[in-house]
């Protein structure tokens, strides 16, 4: 049998994931208009199929969503 390692509690995976800060905000998805990072706008998740959600460029201000 494959040794499994311990599973979080649901306390300490909230903690983790509030203590990531802005990071969490960053797609790692370049701009198509500019190059700049894409940013998520917010912790909404559209529910359509597929999920997306809402981000956005600081640079140029360019909007659209991405599949989560």
Known sequence: M???KPL???????FY???LGIE???TG????K?????WYLGEEILLCD???RDVGCEK?????SILC
């Open 24 to 26: 969490t905000s960053k």
């Open 17 to 19: 994931i509030s203590n």
């Open 34 to 38: 500019c190059g700049g990072e894409l």
């Open 29 to 32: 998805v370049a701009c198509p």
């Open 50 to 52: 597929p999920p997306r």
């Open 60 to 64: 140029c201000n360019y909007l659209t």
């Open 2 to 4: 494959k040794e499994s």
């Open 8 to 14: 979080k509690t649901i306390a300490e995976h909230n």
